[in-house]
């Protein structure tokens, strides 16, 4: 019983809120496949165009697997004998949140396109809202774990949408000047 749980405990830490913002996802998605009988927003896509649409969709769900395989190995080999640093590098230079940044700007937009009704917009945007308020709960731990590291990287790099650009490498040159300074 106690390996169960300890098993779970490490899973939990592993995926932060990213079950969480899944199963809501899914959750939201299928109680708007239940309004769509009564409410509805049909927009009119060919199959060519779903297929066109859905490329781009599937190539940043695809990237973002990898990111988060690449993120799973930076946390595996991080803890440098017992000591736990700061994950500032590819690809939490760009957001903090690479995984749920990719569960958002990917598999909400597949929905849009086969579903073919705009409808699907509003679960979206539920998600989004709930996920910013998901990401600080979970980010309380890391700012207890890192301190004033974490929040000055918090205040550079965004949660989920890379709308900065390389924010962590803009966090390590100005830890770096504050270091020589």
Known sequence: M???????????HLLGAGPYLLLMGIFFEALTVVIRQWISIPISLSLEVQVIFTIPCLIICLLGMIWFHRSLNLIKGNPLQGKKKLITHVPFCYVRHPLYATLLLSLPPLVIIWFSDL???IPWIIIILLSHCLVPLEERGLFKEFGQAYEEYRRIVPPLIPYKGAGGKHYREHVNESMDG
Do not use: E, P
């Not at 106690?2 to 939990?12: E, F, P």
């Open 2 to 12: 106690n390996r169960t749980r300890s098993l779970l405990k490490r899973v939990k």
């Open 119 to 121: 409808l699907f917009i």
